[in-house]
């Protein structure tokens, strides 16, 4: 039930875009997504909760086809802080009474000069 | 306001040994989940507490286990321990009951070398 994301690393210049997809064999409930830089904790960027919502994080914004079952994250004008690994997140069944996630495999994101 | 807090940060077992990780959630955060990371597997749901209760479980085996206190603190501990078991643990907290809607807050983890 572990979501697949795509693609498993980039390699971007400052300034530059990139989509990162997360796509489920199961019915999404909600949609998550989280970076983590290296050494540090991940740090939550934005819940998708409905079929079709866009939500917006600076210059990163997603969107969520419930029909699909997937969602892209979509990170525009690179800055290198943006370099780290972005997870998806889908909560399970048993998410609606507790806080069980099933997380992609990530995608490692560099920004460079 | 003080984020999760996880103790110890790095260790080093032998195999058979066994370990205990505390972690510290939010102050006010009620829900505290942990999920092991490695590089092939990613992040893998191991369990969740609530107000003291184990409200969710991952595909661990048994010597995976945990606890809550009731100050929200909770521990988890691993027995008999494998190579397998090197990754990092990271424990988050969530404000939220349901996952659906609610975000995790983790901590920097805890990184286990079983030698």
């Known amino acids: 039930q572990q979501p697949v994301q795509s693609p498993q690393a980039v390699i971007l210049r400052e300034g530059e875009d990139a989509v990162i997809n997360c796509s489920s064999s199961?019915?999404?409930?909600?949609v998550h997504w989280y970076r983590q830089k290296h050494g540090e904790a991940p740090v939550f960027l934005m819940i998708?909760?409905?079929?079709?919502e866009q939500k917006g994080h600076e210059k990163i914004s997603a969107s969520f086809n419930e029909k699909k079952q997937q969602s892209s994250l979509y990170l525009t004008a690179s800055q290198l802080s943006y370099s780290g690994t972005y997870f998806c997140?889908?909560?399970?069944?048993?998410?609606?009474?507790?806080?069980?996630?099933?997380f992609g495999t990530g995608t490692s994101l560099t920004v460079i000069p | 306001k003080a984020g999760v807090t996880q103790t110890p940060r790095y260790l080093i077992k032998t195999r058979g040994q066994q370990v205990t990780l505390s972690c510290s959630p939010i102050s006010g955060h009620r829900s505290v989940s942990w999920y092991q990371q490695t590089p092939g597997q990613g992040l893998q749901f191991l369990f969740e507490?609530?107000?003291?209760?184990?409200?969710n479980k991952g595909n661990f085996p048994g010597r995976f286990s945990g606890r809550q206190f009731s100050n929200s603190r909770s521990e988890m501990n691993v027995s008999t321990l494998e190579l397998g078991d090197s990754a990092l643990y990271l424990c988050?907290?969530?404000?939220?009951?349901?996952?659906?809607?609610?975000?995790?807050?983790f901590g920097e983890g805890s990184r286990l070398t079983v030698l």
């Open positions: 988050a907290s969530s404000l939220r009951t349901s996952g659906v809607t609610g975000e995790l807050f």
């Open positions: 997140g889908t909560p399970s069944m048993a998410g609606w009474t507790g806080n069980q996630f099933y």
């Open positions: 507490y609530f107000s003291e209760t184990q409200r």
């Open positions: 199961k019915a999404l409930y909600s």
């Open positions: 998708l909760l409905k079929g079709g």
